[in-house]
C-alpha cells in the first residue's frame, strides 16, 4: 500500500493522459487492488518520473471474481491548453501473475509504456476549469537534532514556510518555495563504489520534481552527463544548504514548453549562499521533431562564477517506415564557461536507436571537452570521447519450447571510452548467451563480460588497497536468478565473478521480499558482499539493507529503512510516518538514528553519531 512503491509483483489498472494533445509529454496515474497510487511524469515513451506526487485520490474494492477502481484526479492537478477540445488518453491493466499487459489502443507487442502518441482522444474536456488557480501549501516543522561526534549537542528548532502555486493559464503555471524544507524526504540508498567516479544518486525532493521532465536534455546521456542535475542546488559535499525561496515557471503553450527555475540559498556555514538560475525551452517543429536549448547559471561553492547552454535536437516516432516501429535519432552540443581555465569547454553528442519487442538496437557517441564544467551538472568523465552501442534479439518462443521460455533475450553490448589524444582509457563487452524469462516469471541470466581499465595514476579501490597505474585487460561473469514478482515471498540475487585488475573480484548481490498478500506488510532484505582479492592487498566490502513498511491503509503508512556500510561501520536508520488525512493534507513524523561500529570491533559494539525527530504537518488549500 505504500505510496510510489513498485508494482510489477501487482494486479494494476493506469491511467496516461497527454492534456495538452500533442503526444509529448503526459502524466501516469496508477493504482493496485489494494489501493495504493503511483503516478509519474512522462518524457520520452520508455521513461516516467515516478517520484513527482500530484493531489489525486483513488479507492478499490476487491469482489470474488473481480476488483473496482475509482479514480478522481481534479484538473488543478493538471497542465493543459484552455479551450482545448481533448486530451489524449490510454488505459492499462496489467496482471502480475500472467505477466500480461492489456491496453486500450496501444495494443502493438512493440508499444512502450509511456507512449502518449498511442493514446485516444478523450473529448468533452474544453470546459475543464482551473479555477482562480491559487494553491497555498504552508507547513510548520518541529525538529530536535542531537550530535555526538564532539559532544553532545542538542537543538530544538521550530520553522515554518510555504509553497505558492498560480496557474497563470490552464497550461501553464508558476510555484515559489520561501524557507524550503525537505524533512519528509526519504534517505538516499546507499551504494558501494568500485570505481574511480563519482556516483549518481537520484532527485527526491519535491519542489524540484515537480515539472522536472520539462528540463530533460538531449537523447542518450542518462549518468555519463547531466546538464542540468537538481541535486546540485541545495546540497553540498553530503550537507543540506538552506534555501531562503525558490520560483518556478513551468508549461506548455501551443508547441512551446518552457520550464524556468531561480533559487536563492543562504549562507551555512563557511559555505557562502549563492543565487542559481536555469532555462529550458523547446519548440515542436512537427508532430516528430523538436529542438530545444538549456541555460544554467549559478556555482555551488558559493565564489565561482559557472554557466552552461545547450541546444538539442530529436526526431522520435512509434510507426517508423509505417510498421508500428519506435525510432529515434537525435543529437547535442553544449558548452561551459565562467571561471574556467583552457579552451575545449564544449561537447556535443548522438544517438539512434531502434527499441524494439524482437530486435532493440541502439549506437550513441558523445565528446566532453577536458574543460567542460557545469557546475550545476553532472559529468563524471570530462576530457573523453565515448561510444556505446549494441543489440539485443528477443525472440518469443512458440510450440513446445514456448512452454517453458515465455522469452529470450540475447545481447551484445560495447563501450569504448578514449581520452582527447586518442588513447584507450576503458572499453568493455557485455554479453547474455543466456537470459530467459519463464511463462511464471522466473528468470534466469548468465553473462560474460571483458574490459579494459587503463589508470593514469594508482587507484585506491578500499582503504590501503592501491591498484598501480597502468593498463589492466580482465574478464567478468555474471549468474542472476530472480523468482516471479507476483509472488509472496521472493528470493534471488546476482553474482559477479572473475578477474579483476591484476587479482579476482566476487561481488554477491542478494534479497529477500515477502508481503502479506493484503498489502498491509512488506518486508524487504538486501544485501551486497564485495570479497577482493589484489596483490596489492585484499579488502572486503558489504552494504546491507532493510525496509519494513505496516500500512494500515494506502493513507496511513509506517515505514523503516535501515543501511550498514562496512566500510564506513556507519548504520543509518530513517523512520517515517505519513498520514494523510486527505489529498494535499498531510502529517509527517520522521526520525532518524544513526551510529557507528568502533574501528576493529562487532556490529554490536558502536557509538551514537546523531539522532534526529522531525514533525511536519503540510496543508494545502486550493482555488
Known sequence: MLRDGGMRGDDFVSIILDTFGDGKTGFMFKVNAAGARKD????????V?????????????????????????PSITLQFRENHPYFNIEFTRYVAKDIITFRWIGTSIDAHPYDVKLTAKMEGVENLSIGKGLSFSPYAVTRLDKTYENGKNTVLKAETGFDLRWNITPGIFAMLTVNTDFAETEV?????????????????????????????????????FIPFYSRRIGLYDGEEVPIDYGVKLLGRENKVSIAGLYVKTRDSGELKGSDFFVSRVTYDITNNLKIGALVTDGDPDGVSDNSFVGTDVIWRTSDFMHKKKNFTIGGWWGQSSGDLTGDDK????????????????NITFKKFGKDLNPALGFLPRPGTKQWSGGIAIQPRPKGWLGNYVRQFFFEFYGSQVRNLD??????????????????????????YSPQYEFLTEPFEIAEGVVIPAG??????????????????????GRVWFGDFY???????????????KDGSIKVAIQA???????????????LWQVKVVYAFNPDFVISSYTQYNYSSGEIGMNNRVRYTIEPGKDIFFVWNYNWERFDGESLFKSRLLANQVAIKIRWTWRK
Request: no cysteine.
Open 528 to 542: 551486497e558482499n564485495d570479497y577482493g582479492y589484489l596483490p596489492e592487498g585484499n579488502f572486503i566490502e558489504r
Open 49 to 73: 518520473s515516478p517520484d513527482w506526487d500530484g493531489i489525486w485520490t483513488a479507492r478499490t474494492k476487491i469482489y470474488k471474481d473481480r476488483w473496482v477502481a475509482e479514480i478522481k484526479i
Open 188 to 224: 538516499d540508498t546507499q551504494q558501494i563504489n568500485l570505481t574511480r567516479f563519482p556516483l549518481f544518486f537520484p532527485e527526491k525532493r519535491e519542489f524540484f520534481l515537480e515539472g522536472s521532465n520539462l528540463f530533460n536534455f538531449g537523447v542518450g546521456l542518462y549518468g555519463d
Open 502 to 516: 591484476n587479482g579476482r573480484l566476487n561481488q554477491w548481490e542478494t534479497y529477500f521480499e515477502w508481503s502479506k
Open 40 to 47: 509519474g511524469l512522462i518524457s520520452n515513451p520508455e521513461h
Open 346 to 361: 564544449d561537447g556535443y553528442g548522438f544517438k539512434i536507436d531502434y527499441p524494439n519487442d524482437l530486435i532493440d538496437a
Open 422 to 447: 586518442g588513447y584507450i582509457e576503458s572499453w568493455r563487452i557485455f554479453t547474455a548467451p543466456i537470459n530467459l524469462v519463464t511463462p511464471s516469471g522466473y528468470h534466469f541470466e548468465f553473462n
Open 471 to 492: 593498463g589492466y585487460r580482465f574478464n567478468r561473469e555474471r549468474i542472476e536468478i530472480n523468482m516471479p514478482r507476483s509472488s509472496s515471498i521472493q528470493v534471488g
